[in-house]
T-cell receptor, first 114, second 114 residues
Framework: EAGVAQSPRYKIIEKRQSVAFWCNPI?????LYWYQQILGQGPKLLIQ????????DSQLPKDRFSAERLKGVDSTLKIQPAKLEDSAVYLC????????????FGEGSRLTVL | AQKITQTQPGMFVQEKEAVTLDCTYD???????LFWYKQPSSGEMIFLIY??????QNATEGRYSLNFQKARKSANLVISASQLGDSAMYFC???????????FGQGTRLTINP
């Protein structure tokens, strides 16, 4: 079974530029999450989708961050314009509604803003 | 308020010894789930073990076990017979009733010495 796919793995941009990250969840997983993990900290939820609807985006900085999951499968997270404090690893995860519902994570996209 | 607290920023253990990683949590829900994840230097979050709030027995998965003390709101991870490959960051996380997202602690960096 293929895992959660993310790209790019690494991205370096100047502040005020834009960047987009892509995520393809495990097949059949209805719920998709984007987490931000700043160095030395635990992951923090940015946004959660159930199919193509947003369940929780309370901690998403909506003035600069946006995310979509148009067909209920893959998702894109965009940052525009980027700030220095956006330097972090952006983790995508997916889960299914059966079992204990553990999250399966991708390898993450590491963003450096200069 | 911090929902998940991991008070040990770093732990150093000799190979083959057992190690306990501490986790306390804060919730007013009666139904919740507790998770432990391992994050090696590669960055991917790996699910280790789950404990439901109504589970009467402590969860075990191979060398991993969870010391669940509900009244104290603690869910410590115990790794028996530690191996060099256990060196990683370890995160405790909680899912409250009605929510699908996981809320993570700050993590503990475990280093296994040969």
């Amino acid at each position: 079974e293929a895992g959660v796919a993310q790209s790019p793995r690494y991205k370096i941009i100047e502040k005020r530029q834009s960047v987009a990250f892509w995520c393809n969840p495990i097949s059949g997983h209805a719920t998709l999450y984007w987490y931000q993990q700043i160095l030395g900290q635990g992951p923090k939820l940015l946004i959660q989708f159930q199919n193509n609807g947003v369940v929780d985006d309370s901690q998403l900085p909506k003035d600069r961050f946006s995310a979509e999951r148009l067909k209920g499968v893959d998702s894109t997270l965009k940052i525009q314009p980027a700030k220095l404090e956006d330097s972090a690893v952006y983790l995508c995860a997916s889960s299914q509604s059966t079992g204990v519902g553990e999250l399966f994570f991708g390898e993450g996209s590491r963003l450096t803003v200069l | 308020a911090q929902k998940i607290t991991q008070t040990q920023p770093g732990m150093f253990v000799q190979e083959k010894e057992a190690v306990t990683l501490d986790c306390t949590y804060d919730t007013s829900d009666q139904s919740y789930g507790l998770f432990w994840y391992k994050q090696p230097s590669s960055g991917e979050m790996i699910f280790l073990i789950y404990q439901g709030s109504y589970d009467e027995q402590n969860a075990t998965e191979g060398r991993y076990s969870l010391n669940f003390q509900k009244a104290r709101k603690s869910a410590n991870l115990v790794i028996s017979a530690s191996q060099l490959g256990d060196s990683a960051m370890y995160f405790c996380a909680m899912r409250e009733r009605g929510a699908q997202k996981l809320v993570f602690g700050q993590g503990t960096r475990l280093t296994i010495n040969p």
